[in-house]
Each structure stands twice: as structure tokens, then as C-alpha cells.
């Protein structure tokens, strides 16, 4: 709740008070606009239950661990960060307790920026999608991206 | 997704999910119809619009802003399906704590990205053609007792 010249005024009874400023309607005709009426009776959007990190995971210098493996062909060295993947053996998924599809991709090309520049573009994704005990204990399904 | 500057070779954006307080590192919900996987699994399509990610410009920096990313991949396995993975023999926190039937892949992808004062888009070409994909099924965890 915010102050304005001394008056209190919420920011519901600001968003009313600025549409009939905005349309010419005042007082107790006012109309409402309908997507401040569906924020009063709208429920909160249901969050999704996260699952866990897997246990294990890489350290890097100077840093805590991240629950995290470059899986992948240990052959091969990244163009720009030059990093290195770990194996074939190595898990690709960020979450345990997992049951389902799994892919993962470490792409290189180029990007444009806003500014007109180039630059190099290197990326680790990950997509997987199944089922998962969730960190309140449940049985779930769902689609998740390593980003 | 990481952006670098191609004379000096310096990381200039670092586009991430984030990380939970559990830990969770870098990962992000998604709609169920976001991802397509043929019937035999040697294909997929994750196409993803305007999730919420974070730009920290630089991997671990402290300062970071909010950033939109749209995004397209496409997964084509090249080679035969294969196990990997060693099961409960190794220790919880070993990477090879897992058992799955992957197949290695090629991939191509699309990415567009929204900031306050800067934004980018792909250009055509990206691919793991100089890095690497896989895809398949896999399981760990509660999964493997």
C-alpha cells in the first residue's frame, strides 16, 4: 500500500482510480475492467513440484558443487569454452529419482546481436520428460529443460 | 546458452534456468506438449517459447537480469541404440549412476533471447556438429532399486 499526497491508496483502488480517469467513468458506475476482476477471483497458478538434483555432480575451482554432468563423447572439445565431456557413461539428467526420455545436445554456431555484433554461440541443453519423485515425496510426471 | 566475443574469445552472456535452494541447477519446468518424440524414439522437437531464464553474462557471475528465451531443437539419433550407465554398483554420486539405452545424435537448434537493453537471435547453421548429442531412455535413483 502506497501513500499519495497523504491518502492511502492500494494498488487495486489505483488500477480503478487510473481506468475511469482513462474512460471517463467515475463513481459507482464504474465498470471494472475484466482482468482486474479475474485477478480477484483467478486461483493461484498451481506450481510444479520440483524434483531433486542428482546427488552427485562436478566442482568447479573456486566454486560449490553443481549437480551436474558433462555427459558425452570424451573425445570431443567444445569450439569456444573448450570444454571437455566425460564419457558415455555419465548421467545426462540434472534430476534424480527419474524414469523417462532423455536428450541432450552441446550446439555451436553463430548469434546476432541487438547491437549488430556476431558472436560465437555455444550451448548444453538438456530435455527430459517422465516420471519423478518429486521434493514433497510424490509420484509425478513431467517435462523438464536443462538450460 | 552462452554468448562469446569472437576477437577475444571472453564470455559476454551466460543465458540460465537458474538454480533452486534444493540445488537444482539450471533446470526449468516445461509444458508436456513442448517436447514431440516419434514413436521409435530416433526423433524429437522441444520448441519453447518465451520461458523465464536468467542472464549472468558470465558462467557463476553475481550480477544477473532477467532474460526471455524462445528456443527450437531437433534431435535425429544417427546411431544405434545402445546401454550405458552402471546401475546401484556405484555409489549414488558416481556419474555413472544410472542405466539408459541412448543413441548418439545430431542436433539443431534455433534460440532467441530477450533482455532489458540487448537481445539476439541465432543465426542459421547451429549444431552439434562440432560438439555432441545423444537420446534415449534412461532411469536412476529411486528407479534403479
Redesign the interface.
Same mark, same amino acid.
Given at each position: 500500500m502506497r501513500s499519495i499526497s497523504g491518502a492511502s491508496i492500494t494498488r487495486r483502488r489505483f488500477v480503478q482510480t487510473a481506468t475511469a480517469a482513462a474512460t471517463g467513468v467515475t463513481g459507482a458506475t464504474l465498470v471494472r475492467p475484466a482482468r482486474a476482476a479475474a485477478w480477484d477471483h483467478e486461483p493461484a497458478r498451481r506450481a510444479v513440484v520440483p524434483p531433486n538434483p542428482i546427488p552427485g555432480g562436478v566442482t568447479p575451482p573456486n566454486h560449490a558443487q553443481i549437480h551436474l554432468w558433462p555427459a558425452g563423447d570424451p573425445a570431443v572439445t567444445l569450439p569456444f569454452s573448450h570444454g571437455t565431456l566425460k564419457g558415455f557413461d555419465v548421467d545426462p539428467s540434472t534430476i534424480t529419482d527419474f524414469r523417462g526420455f532423455s536428450a541432450l545436445a552441446y550446439h555451436a554456431g553463430t548469434a546476432t546481436g541487438s547491437d549488430g555484433s556476431t558472436y560465437n554461440l555455444e550451448s548444453h541443453m538438456t530435455v527430459l520428460r517422465g516420471r519423478y519423485i518429486a521434493s514433497d515425496g510424490t509420484l509425478r510426471f513431467g517435462t523438464f529443460s536443462f538450460i | 546458452?552462452?554468448?562469446?566475443?569472437?576477437s577475444s574469445?571472453s %564470455? @559476454?552472456?551466460d =543465458? &540460465?534456468?537458474g538454480?533452486?535452494a534444493?540445488?537444482?541447477?539450471?533446470?526449468? *519446468? $516445461?509444458?508436456?506438449d513442448?517436447?514431440d @518424440?516419434s514413436d521409435d524414439?530416433t526423433r524429437?522437437v522441444?520448441d @519453447?517459447e518465451n =520461458?523465464q531464464?536468467i542472464e549472468s553474462y558470465r558462467?557463476?557471475a553475481p550480477t544477473t537480469t532477467p532474460a526471455t $528465451?524462445s528456443?527450437r =531443437?531437433e534431435?535425429q539419433a544417427t546411431d544405434a541404440f545402445v546401454d550405458?550407465?552402471?546401475d546401484a554398483t556405484v555409489? *549414488?554420486?558416481? *556419474?555413472?549412476?544410472?542405466l539408459?539405452r541412448?543413441a548418439?545424435?545430431r542436433?539443431?537448434?534455433e534460440?532467441e533471447v530477450s533482455e532489458f537493453g540487448?537481445?539476439?537471435?541465432?543465426?542459421p547453421? @547451429?549444431?552439434?556438429? %562440432?560438439?555432441?548429442?545423444?537420446?534415449?531412455?534412461?532411469? &536412476?535413483?529411486?528407479?534403479l532399486r
Open positions: - | 546458452m552462452d554468448l562469446f566475443e569472437p574469445g %564470455q @559476454v552472456h =543465458i &540460465n534456468g538454480v533452486l534444493s540445488g537444482l541447477f539450471w533446470t526449468l *519446468p $516445461l509444458d508436456d513442448a517436447l @518424440v524414439g524429437a522441444l @519453447v =520461458i531464464v558462467l557463476f $528465451l528456443f =531443437i534431435w550405458r550407465g552402471k555409489a *549414488p554420486t558416481d *556419474p555413472a549412476a544410472f539408459g541412448f548418439v545424435a542436433s539443431t537448434a534460440f540487448f537481445s539476439f537471435r541465432s543465426d547453421g @547451429v549444431s552439434t556438429d %562440432q560438439g555432441f548429442a545423444e537420446m534415449g531412455r534412461e532411469r &536412476n535413483g529411486f528407479f
